[in-house]
């Protein structure tokens, strides 16, 4: 049997980041996994039914718990966030510029630009991180065809300003909902704003089906077009009536979806109980600002950021090469923007000028590990030598 435990994680084809020593590794992103023996019958059940893909039974299964769940009409799944937005994009029609927060993981970017439109970068409120309504205004021209606002942080971007200058200006409204499943705004599920909404359910977010997406929307017209582009536009037997891709979710990543849906409620406590237990340990110490959640809506509480501040004696580099250090593998997202990565800094080498709070902001951002892998004693170790970095206490 090949010991695949000795192999290099990884798509090699860049660079990855290590653990430096023998100690334990945390991990931003570590897969929550739910009951495995759940996961495992619908696997069996997938191999004695011999269906594998294409729309299969346990794709339908997730796609209405998903609906459910969200409270949508339609879930469509696809194989990835990113192929999802792409098939929301195409299937909204969507033309000329395209407006969305350049403070976002560039998968965002990518699916407007691999369609030759044009994104238009937006600056963020530096407060919550997300998308500014007042930039975004100065971001409209002729030529604006809609506004992809991103939910960070399993926060919920400014909806209604959002809704009202898209309505203003007749344009299109999609959100980027990766980070946001389980989310509430003003009570209501995030997955039933705009035009839509697209997750991901990549391994690293906090529900997870392998790898996976899925635009949610109540648009009848919108979710059967996607549906088509989802499956290279096939509308039955020899029958193509559309333009189309192959993005569809397969069924063994719709037994995980399934498995771990049962689980969100534990995921969120556990999060839950992480985010207190920084919230805690960080509290008051100078230069370091964590990120709050706003306990009065539902959250993930999956992503645990802090700000380093000038008042901070390390920076936010020396913080993360120091945890590094301790095998604690801390992230800069989103550093150093989609403005400033190619193709988006050659194309459009101006863009920054426009963006003083992304720039501080991905300056300053350090995402710390959270999720099932990683206990209180976790926390308070990782709290404490940030502690300690901040003050200058070697
Ligand atoms: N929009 C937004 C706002 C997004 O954040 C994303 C994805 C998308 C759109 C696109 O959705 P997808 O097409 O991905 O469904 C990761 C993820 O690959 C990406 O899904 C995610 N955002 C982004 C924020 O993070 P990397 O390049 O940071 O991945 P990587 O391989 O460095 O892994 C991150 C950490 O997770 C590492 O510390 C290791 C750990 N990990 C990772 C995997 C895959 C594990 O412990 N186990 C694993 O199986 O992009």
Redesign the pocket.
Known sequence: MVNVDAMK???GG?A??SASNDAPVL?????NVGDREIFLQYVNQMLDRGWLTNNGPLVQLFEQRVADYVGVKHCVAAC??????EIAIRAMGLTGEVILPSY??V??AH?VQIQNLTPVFADIDPATHQIDPESVARCISPSTSAIIG?H?WGQASPVQPLQALAAQHGLQLLF?A??AFGCSTGGKMIGQFGRAE?F??????FFNS????ALVTNDDTLAESARLMRNFGFSGVDQVAQLGTNGKMVEICAAMGLTNLASVDRFVAVNRRNYLAYRDALAGVAGIRLYPYNEAERTNYQYIVIEVGPDSVATRDEIVDSLRAANV?A?R??WPGCHRMQPYVELYPEAGRQLPNTEMVAARVVVL?TGL?VTVADVEAIAQRIRRLAAGIA
């Open positions: 994680v990884g798509d860049k990855r980041e991990h931003v992103g570590t897969p990835n966030g990113t192929v999802a937005l976002t993981f998968a965002t699916a991103v960070l980027d990766a980070h697209v991901s359910f990549h391994a690293t977010k392998f790898e996976g997406g593998l992230r997202y989103f590990p892998s």
